[in-house]
């Protein structure tokens, strides 16, 4: 079993601001993990994910994350945030033997002027 | 190239009625998967279908089924619908039945009354 913890349900930030979005996760094998983004009223785009190697990932939009396999998390970064990054950013782990993605609750990022 | 398409948009059913959302994957991609996204809430995982068998299933009861079709695309069937089945349904396709990488279609939003 897995599961997927977002550490907050929603992030205020003003724009060219650090942001940090916080995910951990629980699994008994090994995963990949993801994060996605959602705008308004549209499916899920695939932001980054990491498989194996570096543990940094670098992903589309600015955006990078860590993986901590001694905490099991998988943090969501950029330095410097637009107003268009506004949106729901969902972390999800996928069973490498199997293709099925446990996503978290998701965390609402707003940025406001 | 198109991405995932799904139909319909949108749809507004009566408690017990029966309905059925279709999908169509990305050319050259032969595994569907569907999700159910409450609102407020992250996608949570229904089916898998890879090469027109059941891959995997979540933990949903037997109202919902789903098949496969020789050219891929998929149907996902909710019969007697509930309140609770109100959502965004959202289906994925990837290249394999172990694939990694999951693109998302749009969704079709179910609202039951």
């Known amino acids: 079993a897995q599961s997927v913890t977002q550490l907050d349900s929603q992030v205020p930030v003003f724009e060219e601001a650090p942001v940090e979005l916080r995910c951990n996760y629980s699994s008994s094998v090994s995963v990949y993990l993801f994060w996605y983004v959602q705008y308004p009223n549209q499916g899920l785009q695939l932001l980054l994910k990491y498989l194996s190697g570096s543990t940094l990932v670098k992903g589309i939009n600015g955006f990078e994350a860590e993986f901590n396999k001694s905490q099991t998390s998988f943090h969501l970064r950029k330095p410097s945030v637009h107003i268009s990054d506004t949106a729901e950013y969902f972390c999800a782990v996928m069973n490498t033997n199997a293709g099925k993605s446990t996503f978290g609750d998701g965390t609402t990022l707003t940025v406001k002027p | 190239d198109a991405g995932v398409t799904q139909s319909p948009t949108h749809l507004i059913k009566t408690r017990g009625q029966h309905v059925t959302l279709r999908c169509s994957p990305i050319s050259g991609h032969k595994s569907v998967s569907w999700y159910q996204q409450v609102l407020g809430q992250g996608p949570q995982f229904i089916f898998q279908?890879?090469?027109?068998?059941?891959?995997g299933r979540g933990n949903f009861p037997d109202r919902f089924s789903a098949r496969q079709f020789p050219n891929y695309s998929s149907e996902l069937n909710v019969n007697a619908l509930l309140l609770g089945d109100s959502a965004l349904y959202l289906c994925a396709s990837s290249e394999g039945g172990r694939s990694y990488e999951q693109y998302f279609g749009p969704g079709t939003r179910l609202t039951v009354t």
């Open positions: 279908y890879y090469e027109k068998e059941e891959r």
